[in-house]
Nanobody, 115 residues
Framework: QVQLVESGGGLVQPGGSLRLSCAAS????????MGWDRQAPGKQRESVAF???????HYADSVRGRFTISRDNVKNTLYLQMHSLNPEDAAVYYC?????????WGQGTQVTVSS
């Protein structure tokens, strides 16, 4: 099993930037995919981005070109660099991994975009 702890959320003005981090521990070697979901109040959870264990990446259309997902395999940490944030990006962001076919999610970190 994999344990995940997110950090880096907070309040940012429209047009600003944030970097989210997700530290993984436990059965790290079995991880195939790491990614980020988000859920805004009253909306369904949506996929933001993910990265495979060979470095392939995928982004939601709404964030492509503004967000960058990356992973540090030495530190066992996943990152989401977010630029040009707008109020529609405000949500709780959840880190997740798929390891041996099993998904694990962190508890989430709040991102608020407001002036």
């Amino acid at each position: 099993q994999v344990q995940l702890v997110e950090s880096g959320g907070g309040l940012v003005q429209p047009g600003g930037s944030l970097r989210l981090s997700c530290a993984a521990s436990g059965s790290i070697s079995s991880i195939n995919v790491m990614g980020w979901d988000r859920q805004a109040p009253g909306k369904q959870r949506e996929s933001v981005a993910f990265i495979t264990n060979v470095g392939g990446t995928h982004y939601a259309d709404s964030v492509r070109g503004r967000f960058t997902i990356s992973r540090d395999n030495v530190k066992n940490t996943l990152y989401l660099q977010m630029h040009s944030l707008n109020p529609e990006d405000a949500a709780v962001y959840y880190c997740y991994v798929l390891a041996s076919g099993i998904g694990s999610w962190g508890q989430g970190t709040q991102v608020t975009v407001s002036s």
